[in-house]
């Protein structure tokens, strides 16, 4: 039981972490209508950003306390990623409005290359640290009713808290400000937003922007889990079942189709890979969603699209 | 008229002085073509970078020492991303340039399985040293590969022996649970036949945790190994799956110092990012470790870095992976001088020629210690039915800051491998429907 339990909240707090990149899927669709495939690139762009700015902040400035290196480096990734969506939306989406979905998804994959080529060229192809003082050793919880206590890895657990704060403040800057409320409108028709004076070109920076940010956190939270190399920008691709799974325009979905995938793939590599030879678990989140697109197309909170013949 | 006979004069003796200049150089234009398969980028770049600048860098050091025997190094890189498909095609691209290949590294156990037909029919040999597949060191079945000092058999191998002397002898691991955490892939496979032939010897049990590539989610993993509880843990990891391995190992509270990498993970890019984390790992070493002190990286400091000729940055010079390419790189070009021996100083050597050389290798510890590697590596000596040479390991251990060499040396078991080799080398042969070269045949 206690090595259910175990399974159960270890995948859960990796859920978490699927949805934070998830997330960053969710937002460019919902405000563009564009599934972007530069999200991982964006993720490994800013983490590289943090941590070569950490390391270089105290040589700039002489001063060697971690934390201001952090934060600065922290501002300073942040500036990166406001000229990333800025310079992407002037270059690539001003000449795409109103263009076929395909296209827009295929200008997403060359600028992932971009960004994944740019970002090792300006910060380089090693390993890097980022060090925002996450504990590492676990912590063993309920000792007195299971042998040997139920582990907790006090890293994930602090990571999920961090990205259930930032769902709810997502959350509510899409349900409550006229920002939020512009960008569904342009998400769900870009002639009839600008038919009404809703900035087009504005809109989508502060969407690429706001999924910088989220780039960011999950940047510096992957970073400081696996060191920050190029592997950073598969870790999108652990996401892509996520927004399959809880719907591409709902940001609670991928919340909720994260926390599925992160437990569904545990238990299912724990107790089910033993009888088929092991490594089953990215395979096996695909296959979860596959079975839940066939009884909800849309994901679990998508919305459901209904064409006038 | 006066001026045009001048001219022409002139012009003659510009000629005449040109082709003096140029005839030394012509004399000297022997130049020997190595292609380099190497991966820079992707998930496995901070891996395959130091290893290919180590490998590039002895070239330019041999070629900055007059070359093997006045025949000047030439070489060309291509890039595959530890991408099988990729790999081939790199091998195809480059196997005819500058009058073809004299012989391919491919630093891929999957490129390798792919290649070792097509580099037969080619007649290029294929050095895997440290990789590739164990069963190739029969060089009678094998003529084209050579896995020189070590299969991942004789590492496999090793780590039962050392986890056996530590437990106080071979019959204390009756009973023991012994987990090979390994990359999901041909190269991670590798020692599951020598691990489960050894677990039948002695008695432990081997749990098998196969980890997705590239590596990064391994909860799931050492969850089984939290509630298994195995005495040891073998990581065959690459590239980003080793530093995981570490952190979750950290994680889940399990003692770093019960776990033993092979030796592509045992080398700075694989704990430098844990740090303290880390301390008390093990790693076999593949006969070195980091060795910034040897003879060969001060030449490389001083003769090619020192000349700004240097592949990569000057602090990555003497660390562990770097320095497996420095070796691999040797290897390389002893097996071409050793040709030369026998075909012609100063000529340049083709495939089946260098075939002859690799095979025949005697490098013995003065040979050794004259290029550089005292205190480095062990003798090398191999045949037409060995193609390893050697299979001298050692075990060193992450300090929180470095490496630290700490064991003796050991060898694999030839009583172990050698019945494993044959047999499987021999089913390769009845599969392909090869005939194993006999020792008259292997003297050609």
């Given at each position: 039981m206690a090595f259910f339990l175990e399974t159960l909240i270890g995948g859960l707090m990796a859920g978490m972490l699927y949805s934070l990149v998830a997330i960053g899927f969710v937002l460019i669709f919902k405000a563009s209508g564009v599934f972007n495939f530069a999200q991982g690139a964006m993720v490994l762009f800013a983490a590289l950003a943090m941590a070569r700015f950490s390391e270089w902040v105290p040589g700039w400035t002489g001063v060697s306390s971690p934390l201001f290196a952090n934060s600065v480096a922290f501002v300073l990734a942040g500036i990166m990623m406001f000229v990333v969506a800025w310079l992407i939306e002037r270059l690539v989406l001003r000449h795409l409005v109103n263009q076929e979905g395909a296209t827009l998804l295929m200008a997403t994959l060359g600028i992932a290359y971009l960004l994944e080529g740019i970002g090792q060229g300006i910060f380089g192809n090693d390993i890097y640290k980022i060090d925002?003082?996450?504990?590492k050793e676990p912590v063993f919880v309920l000792q007195n009713v299971f042998e040997g206590g139920i582990l907790i890895n006090k890293e994930d657990f602090i990571a999920a808290l961090i990205a259930a704060l930032l769902v709810g403040a997502l959350t509510l800057f899409f349900q409550k400000t006229a920002t939020g409320r512009a960008l569904r409108a342009v998400a769900d028709d870009h002639q009839a937003a600008q038919s009404i004076g809703i900035p087009l070109n504005r809109i989508w920076v502060i969407v690429w922007c706001v999924a910088g940010v989220t780039a960011l956190v999950a940047g510096i939270i992957w970073g400081s889990k696996l060191g920050v190399q190029f592997s950073l920008a598969t870790v999108a691709m652990r996401a892509l079942p996520v927004v399959i799974l809880g719907g591409l325009t709902s940001v609670p979905g991928a919340i909720v189709g994260g926390l599925i995938i992160g437990v569904g793939e545990k238990l299912s590599e724990v107790f089910l890979g033993p009888y088929v030879g092991g490594g089953i678990e990215i395979w096996f989140a695909y296959m979860l969603a596959l079975v839940f697109l066939m009884f909800r197309p849309q994901g679990l909170f998508g919305e459901k699209i209904i064409d006038r013949v | 008229m006066k001026l045009r006979k001048l001219a022409l004069a002139a012009s003659l003796a510009t000629l005449g002085l040109s082709s003096l200049i140029t005839a030394p150089a012509y004399a000297q234009a022997k130049e020997q073509f190595f292609p380099v398969l190497v991966y820079r980028t992707g998930a496995y770049g901070p891996n395959g970078t130091p290893w290919a600048n180590g490998y590039i860098d002895y070239f330019k050091l041999v070629n900055a020492k007059g070359g093997m025997n006045g025949v000047k190094i030439i070489f060309e890189e291509c890039e595959f991303g530890y991408a099988t498909d990729r790999g081939v095609e790199c091998y195809e691209r480059l196997k005819g340039k500058h009058g073809g290949a004299t012989l391919v590294q491919p630093l891929s156990t999957g490129v390798t399985f792919a290649l070792t037909e097509k580099a037969a029919t080619d007649k290029i040999p294929l050095i895997t040293a440290g990789y590739g597949?164990?069963?190739?060191?029969?060089?009678?079945?094998?003529?084209?590969n050579f896995p020189l000092l070590g299969t991942y058999w004789v590492g496999a191998d090793v780590a039962i022996q050392h986890i056996a002397k530590k437990e106080g002898g071979f019959d204390k691991l009756k009973g023991k649970k012994i987990a090979l955490v390994y990359h999901d892939s041909p190269y991670g496979k590798e020692p599951i036949p020598l691990l489960q032939e050894r677990a039948k010897m002695h008695g432990f049990d081997v749990q098998l945790l196969p980890v997705a590539?590239?590596?990064?989610?391994q909860k799931a993993t050492w969850l089984q190994i939290r509630q298994n509880k195995p005495d040891y843990v073998l990581l065959w990891g690459w590239g980003v799956m080793n530093s995981t391995s570490l952190k979750e190992a950290q994680a889940t509270g399990?003692?770093?110092?019960?776990m033993y990498g092979i030796w592509w993970a045992g080398a700075e890019p694989d704990v430098k990012d844990v740090g303290a984390g880390a301390k008390g790992y093990n790693a076999l070493a593949l006969q070195h470790?980091?060795?910034?002190?040897s003879k060969v990286v001060k030449d490389i400091l001083a003769m090619v870095h020192g000349k700004s000729q240097g592949t990569g940055p000057k602090e990555e010079v003497g660390q562990v992976l770097y320095m497996r390419g420095v070796l691999s790189s040797m290897l390389a070009i002893e097996g071409v001088k050793k040709a030369q021996e026998r075909h012609g100083r100063g000529k340049i050597m083709s495939g089946e020629q260098v075939r002859w050389g690799l095979e025949n290798l005697d490098l013995d510890q003065k040979a050794l210690d004259g290029l550089g590697f005292a205190g480095v590596m062990r003798p090398v000596q191999t045949s037409c039915l060995d193609h390893m040479g050697s299979s001298w390991v050692r075990v060193h251990t992450w300090d929180g800051a470095k490496w630290n060499f700490s064991s003796d040396w050991y060898q694999a078991d030839e009583k172990v491998i050698r019945p494993m080799v044959m047999l499987a080398s021999g089913r390769y042969a009845e599969e392909k429907k090869l005939k194993p070269r006999t020792p008259e045949e292997c003297k050609q």
């Open positions: 925002v003082g996450m504990p | 597949r164990s069963e190739s060191q029969n060089g009678a079945v094998f003529a084209w590539h590239p590596g990064v989610e399990y003692p770093r110092e019960k470790g980091a060795e910034p002190n």
